[in-house]
């Protein structure tokens, strides 16, 4: 064991490198006190389910998993048969981070990619694989999915989503929405959850706890009951079902009835807005994409971007080679403005 587990500054090359709010834990450690029925039959299960439903305003099925993996792949293969194709973006988590779970949990419903420069999906991307082909040898057209805030720290507006959701029901398209950040999206555009989730036409939206301030666990919202008719099932297939459940229900309500989730997101988005205003002037630095959640995106030479790397910063350059930083519930303004200042020394020894 090392003497001090946590003797490592604070780093932004993750909103999963964050700890657990206080909101979060304390609500799991009341939990702790005492036993309760196991596998979802329990008060906190419940209490919940009726968080859930007072923050959507409406009557919604739900389901927690253990990672937005399962949830993203449990989700989709409950709107498709193995024959159906899934639309989705070429930089979407479900075709570049999930090993093939929506494939494999769908039993082969193929993931029908679109080229997309920002990382969302447009109607007419929707449109153009939805009609590329209609015979038989291809795979049916079912579902969309779309990432909000998306995987490029972008966020699709009220209009945007609700054209992508006519587009879908157009071409008889169910409407999934990757929502591992849902709560960066509701803090940027200051809009409900509802207002960006069913009232958008979304059908299921997979809502991220873990990357919001929780240990562990993300949230499967069925809008139409209809669609969530043997999803326990499917999630105790897939090991999904957690037999201490209380224990990934106890943290959203303390997430849901403190209004944490949204004051953890919108403290994320607000480091990221500061952040970007500290780099914008640097020379030779250039900030890649529109700042609009949580996430800063900077293109530097690579010799910058070593010299911040042997400074002890860590950060992925996975998406277009530029450099993603990325803001949670936790950033200390300290770290930002060390990170911002590093950032200035190493790329004024250009
Ligand atoms: C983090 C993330 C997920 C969930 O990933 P897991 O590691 O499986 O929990 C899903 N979608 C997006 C866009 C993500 O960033």
């Not at 604070?10 to 609500?27: K, R, V």
């Not at 949830?71 to 899934?86: E, F, K, P, T």
Request: charged residues 20%; glycine residues 6%; hydrophobic residues 45%.
């Amino acid at each position: 064991m090392h003497s001090n587990a946590n003797e490592l500054a604070q780093q932004f090359a993750s909103d999963n490198y964050s700890g657990i709010c206080p909101e979060a834990w304390a609500a799991m450690e009341t939990a702790n006190r005492g036993s309760a029925t196991s596998y979802g039959d329990d008060p906190w299960t419940a209490r919940a389910a009726d968080a859930f439903r007072e923050l959507f305003e409406t009557n919604l099925e739900l389901f927690f998993v253990f990672n937005g993996t399962a949830a993203n792949s449990l989700a989709l293969a409950s709107l498709c048969q193995s024959y159906h194709g899934v639309i989705c973006v070429d930089q979407a988590h479900v075709e570049t981070d999930e090993c093939g779970a929506p494939e494999f949990f769908s039993n082969g419903s193929k993931l029908l990619v679109a080229r997309s420069e920002d990382g969302k999906l447009t109607p007419a991307a929707i449109h153009e694989l939805a009609t590329k082909r209609v015979d038989i040898h291809y795979p049916k057209p079912r579902v969309v999915t779309i990432t909000q805030s998306t995987e490029t720290g972008r966020v699709y507006t009220v209009e945007e989503l609700k054209a992508i959701s006519s587009a879908c029901k157009a071409h008889g398209l169910s409407l999934h929405m990757d929502g591992a950040r849902f709560a960066n999206a509701c803090a940027s555009l200051g809009c409900s959850p509802a207002e960006l989730s069913w009232k958008c036409g979304v059908d299921v939206l997979c809502f991220g706890g873990t990357k919001n301030g929780m240990a562990v666990g993300e949230a499967v919202l069925f809008f139409d009951p209809v669609l969530a008719v043997d999803f326990d099932y499917r999630c105790k297939q897939a090991g999904q079902l957690a037999s201490k459940m209380r224990f990934l229900a106890a943290p959203w309500v303390g997430m849901l009835e403190s209004g944490a989730w949204l004051t953890n997101a919108t403290h994320a988005n607000r480091c990221a807005t500061y952040f970007a205003e500290q780099i914008a002037s640097i020379p030779n630095v250039t900030i890649a994409s529109p700042v609009n959640a949580n996430t800063v995106f900077l293109m530097a030479a690579d010799d910058i971007l070593s010299r911040l790397r042997g400074r002890g910063w860590k950060f992925y350059t996975f998406i277009g080679g530029a450099a993603r930083i990325m803001f949670a519930w936790d950033s200390d303004m300290e770290r930002v403005d060390a990170l911002a200042r590093d950032i200035r020394e190493c790329a004024n020894q250009s």
